[in-house]
């Protein structure tokens, strides 16, 4: 089974052709991740998509942050709808032309009208839940979010350091993050669809975090228990151009 090069990897950062469908900003990004087995992705993973490993191992990550200045193309941001948290499960996948991207397993955000559009137009599996994050003069953010309907309660608490740095091609870090594509599947029609994402490369930084829980990852199917996240940081944050999907031909 043959995986995505460096270079493809690289490759994936230049700007596609054509215009965004919407902007955003992310910031007071954290990722948590956990190492799992390769097969316990695959088999969770559309006919199409592979899942993406690192020396062997394959990865299921928690991100939670901020989306900001959320907007179509010609129209302008409105604070009330466009700033919101968000919550995802994600894991690393390629497709059959080795373009590398991320597969997500849910994504928590307490913007109703952001959930009904992402499900309908992007065909992904967004959730509506209650969040709030709060962050201190210290730095520490307290990050909470409660999934609708008696779903996971997580609980964050987090802090950057102050050195940032582009993750070096060939790492764990540059394998997690950079990433500038998603897949999502459309169950309905049966199709496969990617779609491109542009932004500046992240500037990583360590992260310290006192609370954290893997319930997200529970509901998604991964029992992770109360083992640690294997691999922490944090990113600033990065303006982001979203592009129109594209199906994905067989």
């Given at each position: 089974?043959?995986?995505?090069?460096?270079?493809?990897?690289?490759?994936?950062?230049a700007r596609?052709?054509?215009?965004?469908?919407?902007?955003?900003?992310?910031?007071?990004?954290?990722?948590?991740?956990?190492?799992?087995?390769?097969?316990?992705?695959?088999?969770?993973?559309?006919?199409?998509?592979t899942?993406?490993?690192?020396?062997?191992?394959?990865?299921?990550g928690?991100?939670?942050?901020?989306?900001?200045?959320?907007?179509?193309?010609?129209?302008?941001a409105?604070?009330?709808?466009s700033d919101?948290?968000?919550?995802?499960?994600?894991?690393?996948?390629?497709?059959?032309?080795?373009?590398?991207?991320v597969?997500?397993?849910?994504?928590?955000?307490?913007?109703w009208?952001?959930v009904?559009?992402?499900?309908?137009?992007?065909?992904?599996?967004?959730?509506?839940?209650r969040?709030?994050?709060?962050?201190?003069?210290?730095?520490?953010?307290d990050?909470?979010?409660?999934?609708?309907?008696?779903?996971p309660?997580?609980?964050?608490r987090y802090?950057?350091?102050?050195?940032h740095t582009?993750?070096?091609p060939?790492t764990?870090?540059?394998?997690?993050?950079?990433?500038?594509r998603?897949?999502?599947?459309d169950?309905?029609?049966?199709?496969?669809w990617?779609?491109?994402?542009?932004?500046?490369?992240y500037?990583?930084a360590?992260?310290?975090v006192s609370?954290c829980?893997?319930?997200l990852?529970?509901?998604?199917?991964?029992?992770v228990?109360?083992k640690?996240?294997?691999?922490?940081?944090?990113?600033?944050?990065?303006?982001?151009?979203?592009?129109?999907l594209?199906?994905v031909?067989?």
């Amino acid at each position: 089974m043959f995986h995505p090069t460096t270079e493809q990897r690289l490759q994936e950062r230049a700007r596609p052709a054509g215009q965004p469908a919407m902007y955003q900003r992310w910031a007071e990004l954290l990722f948590l991740h956990w190492a799992v087995e390769p097969a316990d992705i695959q088999r969770t993973l559309p006919e199409g998509l592979t899942v993406d490993v690192f020396q062997g191992r394959a990865w299921i990550g928690l991100v939670p942050f901020f989306m900001q200045r959320v907007r179509p193309r010609f129209c302008p941001a409105v604070p009330v709808l466009s700033d919101f948290l968000e919550v995802n499960v994600r894991t690393y996948v390629h497709d059959a032309l080795g373009r590398p991207g991320v597969w997500f397993y849910s994504l928590d955000c307490n913007q109703w009208l952001a959930v009904k559009l992402a499900r309908r137009f992007f065909h992904l599996p967004y959730e509506h839940a209650r969040q709030q994050a709060v962050k201190a003069a210290d730095g520490w953010l307290d990050y909470r979010s409660e999934r609708i309907g008696a779903g996971p309660v997580s609980h964050f608490r987090y802090r950057a350091a102050a050195t940032h740095t582009v993750a070096e091609p060939g790492t764990l870090k540059f394998f997690l993050v950079e990433r500038y594509r998603l897949y999502a599947y459309d169950a309905r029609a049966d199709r496969l669809w990617t779609g491109r994402v542009a932004h500046a490369p992240y500037e990583i930084a360590a992260a310290e975090v006192s609370d954290c829980d893997g319930r997200l990852l529970q509901a998604a199917g991964f029992a992770v228990g109360n083992k640690a996240p294997e691999h922490i940081c944090a990113a600033r944050a990065v303006a982001v151009d979203i592009f129109p999907l594209e199906r994905v031909r067989s």
